[in-house]
């Protein structure tokens, strides 16, 4: 009898354990584990560093009842801030490395190293040579060594490091402890395998420092890349509450979740709330879950000025405020149900408090400074309110607001939504990051090492650019100059990745450099495409849009700005994407289809026409990360299903077969109004053509052969010859290329 196959192990080690230490990144690598660890073939084990007083004397490893009839590992944690050397015994004979060594497992995820130590990841790659290692970083801690968290001592939003800069707020430490300290950890990030951030906000910061992209590190490895994927909640959710039905004089009920430090700014919430009450605005009362308020007597003496603005606020607010204390994570779906708001106070751009993920879950609206990951979770208009970071005017500005709309709540009620599957979803993205699932490949089809012409072409900008193209069949005699336009003509190409289902299409373009991706690796697949359009529907030509709007959420490994092009479009001269201030550059079309409008404005009633009279259907456009990111999240808001889902279900039945919405015309509204600072529109001479001697044209920038068009134009060539041939036998007959017979011109860009 054969034995039955290993299962997968993965071991999920935290910074602390959430029954010890309640906290978003705790619980985040806890409800990670859990999950993994109700999956069949699945083996996963949970290690946290705690306190000494929960090891055996003179032990530095401890367990921990998991409440399953199973032990969590607990290490001694370590109290060091600024090197973060471990405080286990990390020698190849140590209990640590034996445990570790006996169980083998596959995947190793950290989440932080703060508590953990740099050393134990050095460690970890020693005795698991074979293994994958993934860090989550939640906060700023690898690049800012005063808290983590870009903020500067005076309070004020820091620009990033430098040894200035840093000084400043670390005047005890020297430039030799500043430049140690920021060698260490990007030895010890070298030696990971994959970096994971909960929010592209946080990534982009990472990635302005060199971290998260394939840089050299000092150690000679290269650095990791990094992927934008949210922390799994597990939270215990039943039915989305109902929002209150609007009353003639609602009290308001506003509710604070999580712990209590000045950087948290419940001071701020509770001086905006006395503004709010001095103004008569109306009843409203702000509920405070979290740290017990009596522990504040133990803060630091550098907060005892903030405890007295709390406690000195808390007396003068009588009857307005109800202090809750401590709550477990199981309480959470019903005390959010007895709150109308989620208010935040945070004084620095926090990466992706899980608050926000609660509130959301829990089918509330929030109200938020809007900076860092907060801004990016929480859409202002759709989830919530944005309000100036800092300003406790701006806070009561916003409260006002609802105090004085009682409709407003029920209707971002409506798009906090929660999806049921979401977990799932993001434990997906995780399992492909540990299977080291990257780029979807075809079959036999492997990626091409980028040549030194590429690489030099890539580091001429700080900004490379990957080229993505859709194949389909009726454009494959076209593919070999497509690539060939972008390889000779695109500035800041880094890498070209033609994507199709037909392993047969590497012969029409037989350029080595380029990586081919199979098309059946994108979402929904050509069966549910089928069952949802139709099985006449034009699938291919849906399927493409599909892919374009999926494929930097899809591969992780793409770079932030990726240049969508149709299989039929020609570069013909040097053309550049980004601005010297690395802002996409958009272009319009004059064809402005009312059908595909009708489709943007069901798909988003709030996203209007940014340029009356033009359109974005220009077949070729470049592609922001985090505008694309953006765009997924506001539709998710509001339809509750995937971009795809929703794009393909708010398609009109009328034109299914082939017209009936645009990716280029979505994206191009959506970035300019939503997303401006990120873009500038500007004028390119372009066209749409049939005819393949404009190749030889050099007045424009590209142009686009629509097949209809070529075929339009392989019959005026054919009747030319017929007219020709009878001119030349003496037959004069109508010239079929006058310009009665002539086919219409094609629109210029």
Request: proline share 7%; net charge neutral; glycine share 8%.
């Amino acid at each position: 009898m054969s034995s039955a196959p290993r299962p997968f192990r993965l071991l999920v080690m935290a910074h602390g354990h959430p029954t010890l230490n309640r906290g978003g990144g705790e619980n985040a690598a806890y409800a990670l584990h859990r999950y993994f660890q109700r999956q069949a073939g699945v083996e996963s084990r949970f290690l946290a560093a705690a306190d000494e007083e929960h090891l055996a004397y003179g032990s530095s490893i401890g367990s921990l009842d998991d409440g399953q009839g199973g032990r969590d590992l607990l290490i001694r944690r370590s109290g060091c801030h600024f090197f973060h050397p471990s405080a286990v015994d990390l020698s190849d004979g140590g209990e640590l490395a034996s445990w570790v060594g006996e169980w083998q497992p596959d995947v190793v995820h950290l989440h932080h190293f703060i508590h953990l130590g740099l050393d134990l990841i050095t460690a970890l790659r020693h005795w698991l040579p074979a293994s994958r290692i993934v860090l989550t970083l939640h906060e700023f801690l690898s690049i800012c060594p005063y808290n983590g968290q870009l903020r500067r001592r005076d309070g004020l939003p820091c620009e990033g490091p430098s040894s200035h800069r840093c000084r400043q707020c670390l005047p005890e430490r020297s430039a030799m402890d500043l430049l140690l300290r920021d060698q260490l950890i990007r030895l010890a990030l070298a030696r990971v395998d994959h970096l994971i951030s909960p929010s592209l906000y946080l990534a982009e910061r990472l990635r302005q420092q060199g971290i998260g992209r394939r840089t050299t590190a000092i150690s000679g490895r290269a650095m990791p890349e990094i992927s934008v994927i949210d922390n799994l909640l597990g939270l215990p959710l039943g039915p989305v509450p109902p929002a209150p039905a609007p009353r003639l004089a609602p009290t308001l009920r506003l509710g604070y979740f999580g712990q209590i430090t000045p950087f948290k700014g419940l001071d701020l919430i509770l001086e905006a709330l006395e503004l709010v009450m001095r103004s008569n605005a109306g009843p409203v009362v702000l509920t405070i879950h979290g740290t017990d308020l009596q522990q504040l007597e133990h803060w630091p003496e550098d907060w005892q000025a903030c405890r007295q603005q709390i406690d000195k606020r808390l007396k003068r607010l009588c009857g307005h405020v109800v202090v809750h204390g401590p709550y477990g994570q199981g309480q959470i779906p019903q005390l959010m149900a007895e709150v109308d708001w989620v208010v935040m106070g945070s004084r620095w751009p926090e990466n992706s408090p899980v608050v926000i993920q609660e509130a959301l879950a829990c089918g509330r609206p929030l109200l938020v400074p809007g900076f860092g990951g907060m801004a990016e979770k929480v859409l202002h208009g759709v989830q919530g309110l944005h309000y100036t970071p800092g300003s406790a005017v701006a806070l009561a500005e916003a409260i006002h607001r609802c105090l004085h709309d009682p409709a407003l709540q029920p209707a971002l009620a409506v798009n906090c939504r929660r999806h049921r599957d979401r977990d799932a979803e993001l434990a997906a993205q995780h399992w492909r990051v540990y299977r080291n699932e990257g780029l979807p490949l075809g079959p036999g089809l492997t990626p091409a090492t980028p040549a030194a012409g590429d690489q030099a072409r890539g580091s001429a900008t700080e900004r490379p650019i990957d080229v993505l193209i859709p194949v389909g069949p009726k454009d494959r005699e076209l593919l070999a100059v497509v690539v060939a336009g972008v390889r000779r003509h695109l500035c800041g190409q880094r890498r070209i990745l033609l994507v199709s289902a037909d392993h047969q299409d590497q012969h029409w373009c037989r350029d080595p450099e380029v990586e081919w991706l199979d098309e059946r690796e994108f979402p929904p697949g050509s069966e549910a495409l089928a069952q949802i359009l139709g099985a006449d529907a034009a699938l291919g030509w849906w399927w493409q849009q599909l892919i374009k709007l999926q494929a930097q959420r899809q591969l992780s490994e793409l770079a932030d700005h990726l240049l969508v092009l149709d299989s039929e479009t020609v570069l013909l001269r040097p053309v550049r994407f980004l601005d010297g201030q690395g802002r996409s550059l958009l272009h319009p079309a004059s064809e402005d289809n009312p059908t595909y409008s009708a489709h943007r404005q069901r798909l988003l009633p709030d996203l209007q026409c940014q340029t009356p009279g033009l359109s974005g259907i220009t077949h070729c456009m470049l592609f922001d990360r985090r505008i694309l990111e953006r765009l997924h999240a506001h539709v998710e808001a509001i339809h509750g299903v995937p971009l795809w889902q929703a794009f393909l279900a708010q398609v009109d039945p009328l034109h299914r077969r082939q017209g009936g919405a645009s990716e280029y015309d979505l994206y191009f509204h959506y970035a300019l109004q939503f997303a401006p600072q990120l873009v500038r529109l500007r004028s390119l001479p372009w066209k749409v053509s049939g005819d393949l001697d404009e190749l030889l044209r050099l007045d424009q920038a590209y142009i686009t052969f629509h097949r209809h068009l070529r075929e339009q134009w392989q019959q005026h060539l054919q009747g030319y010859r017929a007219w020709q041939q009878r001119q030349e036998g003496g037959m004069a007959k109508p010239n079929p290329l006058s310009a009665s017979a002539a086919s219409p011109a094609p629109q210029a860009g």
